[in-house]
């Protein structure tokens, strides 16, 4: 018994040993995390996209603009209050589909706001804050085209942005409904409306809300129209780096006070209120995202 008892105290050391050195780590991340930085620094680096309205894109007065954008000035708000930083400074810095991830994991950016889906395999790589929007994908047509359905789509010439999820579902989509299209490769919004403006494809493929946003900027926005067709789901939120609790944390506690205060509203209604109430889906995001203290 006395052996039994001896052994059982052997184990339990070493499991308190192998508790500390897996602790060592942890505290070191911690005390090399983003708040650290931004502590030392005095500022709080943003990435934006330039041309994904109305979530995030650059305004008339050349500032980043958009209901992202809006979303990120609150986590600001809740940084500089939580570090004691009232001349907090803000860097934003434009990404792009292909650049916004690496942006974010070789720390460029604290974090991305722009208009990015939340994905299992993105987690790999990068962490999400809660859900910020939820959309799915479509297609931006103009009215001449009469392009409207599923059985008008064959053949067809159609943008999509490169290293979106969009381009992956509409892939996924169309290979299940048995329907042949010419894709074009764009590397961003801007360049896929130009494209259908000038009539060099018949659909520009993205988030139904993006769509929205670029029809209602380009120079005749009753030339434009969406389709019947949708594709996907797409849950938005902000990417951060991977494993750094702390400064998650923070951007969650800024936007779950966001959602339970009830000041998501007008942010909504800034930049969608023309386009009618939040969805459903929308409504149920925000309340189950406005997690407690």
Known sequence: MAR??????????????????????VFAQGADGTLTKI???????IGY?????PFSFTGPDKRPAGYSIDLCLQVATAVQKSLGLPDLKLSWVPVTPETRIDAVKRGNVDIECGSTTAS??????????????????????????NLRGLADLAGK????????TTERALAEFLKAEF????????KDHAEGLAALQAGKVDAYASDRGILVGLALTAPDPKRFGLSTIAFSYEPYAFMVRRNDAAFRLLVNRALAELYRSG???PIYDRWFGAFGKPSLALQAMYQLNALPE
């Open 4 to 25: 039994a008892r001896g052994i059982l105290r052997q184990v339990m050391v070493a499991a308190s040993l192998a508790t500390v050195l897996h602790a060592g780590p």
């Open 39 to 45: 502590k030392a620094s005095g500022t709080l680096t």
């Open 49 to 53: 996209r330039e041309s994904s309205p």
């Open 120 to 145: 299992l395999s993105r987690q790999e790589q990068v962490d999400f804050s809660l859900m910020t929007f939820v959309d799915g994908g479509g297609l931006l047509v103009t009215k001449e085209s």
């Open 157 to 164: 010439r159609v943008a999509v942005a490169t290293g979106t």
């Open 179 to 186: 329907i042949a299209v010419q894709t074009v490769p764009v």
């Open 263 to 265: 000041r998501i509203a």
